[in-house]
């Protein structure tokens, strides 16, 4: 989230009503800061999956990420009890190592 998303929704408000209690902001600095909330909840979400599954992430290759993890991995992705992955960034990785994982468990694996 841009500070100056942040600092638009506290310090440029326009009152729309008499008591004050409604008021407008804008809707690039609104978008901004709720986008920037939404991946924060994705970040939550992945940090909780690899401490519940005990996972560790390396990068190895340049653009091929390592998600090793105690249990949940798929063999058509492990060696090991690892997870290779190409992705362009860690988030993408542990993504996919979560899917990879939700799948073995629907598989009975």
Do not use: F
Not at 14 to 31: E, H, K, Y
Not at 48 to 55: D, I, K, L, P, S
Not at 66 to 93: M, P
């Amino acid at each position: 989230m841009s500070d100056a998303a942040a600092a638009n929704l506290r310090q440029c408000q326009v009152q729309l009503d008499m008591d004050g209690i409604q008021v407008g902001v804008s809707r690039q600095a609104l978008d901004e800061v709720l986008d920037e909330r939404e991946e924060l909840i994705r970040d939550r979400t992945r940090l909780e999956w690899m401490v519940n599954h005990e996972a560790q992430i390396d990068v190895s290759d340049g653009d091929t990420w390592i998600v090793r993890c105690t249990h949940g991995t798929s063999t058509k992705y492990t060696i090991n009890d690892e997870i290779r992955v190409v992705a362009d960034e860690w988030r993408e990785a542990i993504d996919e190592a979560m899917q990879t994982a939700q799948q073995d468990g629907e598989d009975g694996e």
